[in-house]
């Protein structure tokens, strides 16, 4: 089934940042949170184990678990198994080092095979009091966090998560599953594979108004030839372009936060948030099912609607694509 027949809406809710990610949140700030886009009307949420060692999924299930399992749709990840021994090494993320320091001291088993997709499932299935979930995203096979050695995780993940991802929907245990990574090429590989074939795909920072160049190349439209959906993670860059301080997981260098100011430029030039302009791009690519901000206080997810229904004029599009700031490339929201 496509991801734009599962998803109940347009915009959704992504967990990361309720892992601790950055900072330690009280648990009072997560439920608040949660609860603000329940009330909001987001039906669908995102999660996954690695989002400190269990406490997003955690987090989410104690407000998820009270409301009726068919109101909504819900993602998790697999490649991550959250032991219940404590780390005692610190753990090794490649370029994302540190991201998850606040989270559960857990120790974390990191295995794409038959066997870990098994229990990373059930585990999660615990910690969030559900009984099922729609979507399952292989988690992060890709050089953000193994450099040169993703091929191997992607062949580990190939051999066993996909294929027990497979089953499990052809069972109909879960609606649909795909890849949930930072990269564009390890979808493209899998597009290039006759068997399995994934439902879709959660694709982060890599199609946003900040960075979309090198998914329009070859991602996208292999994504259209065969038909297959995108949820767009991290819709603002991870931070930078709805006013905080990160690109890609780590503080935005020079070159982000001038390319921002530019962009900031045009959207006050033209009354414009800067949100509506982040979100409204990344939906109106037909690839793009849905999008997930993550956020941490319930003040964001009213601003996340509010930008979402606001009228954007088009000549505020046609400033950007004259200025080099979207490519000619891009879709644009009204034909712009
Ligand atoms: N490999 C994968 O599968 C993968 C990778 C990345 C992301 N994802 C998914 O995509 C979701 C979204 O990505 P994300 O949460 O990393 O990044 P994001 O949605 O691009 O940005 C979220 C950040 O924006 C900040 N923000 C929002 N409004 C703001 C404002 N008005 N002023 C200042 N800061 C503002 C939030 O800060 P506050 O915390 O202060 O609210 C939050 O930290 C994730 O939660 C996850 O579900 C998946």
Redesign the pocket.
Known sequence: MSLKEILPGRL???????GN???A?PDEDARA?VEAAWDQGVRYY???PF?GAGL?EERLGRVLSAKPRDSYVLST?VGRVILDEPETDVPDFGEKGGLFEHGNPHKVLHEWTADATERSIEGSLRRMGVDRFDIV?V??I?QDFHGDAWLQKFEEARTGAFRVLSRLRDEGVIRAWG????RTEPIETTLALDEPKPDGF????RY?LLDHEHALQRLLPLAREQDVDM????????????????FE?RQAPPEITERVGRLKAFADQHGVSI?AA?LQFSLTHPATAA???????P??IA??VAALNETVPAAFWTDLRAAGLVSPAAPLPDGA
């Open positions: 959704g809710f992504g967990t990361a940042p309720l990610m950055f900072r949140i949170t995102d999660t996954a989002y997003a990840k995203w988690h992060d890709a890849l949930g990574v930072n959660l694709l982060a920072g946003t949820v767009v993670g991290g819709p603002y860059s991870s931070g930078v372009l709805a006013g905080g301080t990160h997981y949100k982040a999008v997930i901000p993550g956020a941490t206080r003040s964001r601003e996340d």
